[in-house]
């Protein structure tokens, strides 16, 4: 069966450091786009940063610059290494394939809260 687990969350004060993890049970994970999601209180799901099969990457909003996406084929694990974190970061972090139905599963995904 098809699972991610998000892990790496934590309290960390503004300009800190995280780097969160997904383990990614998937058929093919080489083979498929990883994007790292998260939603704040109050507010919609947002998409953080994407990387493609081959290792390439996207950014969204105000993370570019401060956050690198990563993944190891081999472990089937995708990364994201969050820098000179704000309190606007707080949020639950999840992680996803692209490609699935926004209406379909989800991982438990981990809370990153950025408080002096």
């Known amino acids: 069966q098809e699972q991610l687990v998000e892990s790496g969350g934590g309290l960390v004060q503004p300009g800190g450091s995280l780097r969160l993890s997904c383990a990614a049970s998937l058929n093919r994970f080489g083979s498929v786009t990883m994007a790292w999601y998260r939603q704040a209180p109050g507010k919609q799901r947002e998409l953080v940063a994407l990387i493609t099969p081959g290792g390439i990457t996207n950014y969204w909003g105000s993370v570019k610059g401060r956050f690198t996406i990563s993944r190891d084929n081999a472990e089937n694990t995708v990364y994201l290494q969050m820098d000179n974190l704000q309190p606007e970061d707080t949020a639950v972090y999840y992680c996803?394939?692209?490609?699935?139905?926004?209406?379909?599963?989800w991982g438990q995904g981990t809370q990153v809260t950025v408080s002096s």
């Open positions: 996803r394939p692209t490609a699935w139905n926004p209406e379909g599963y």
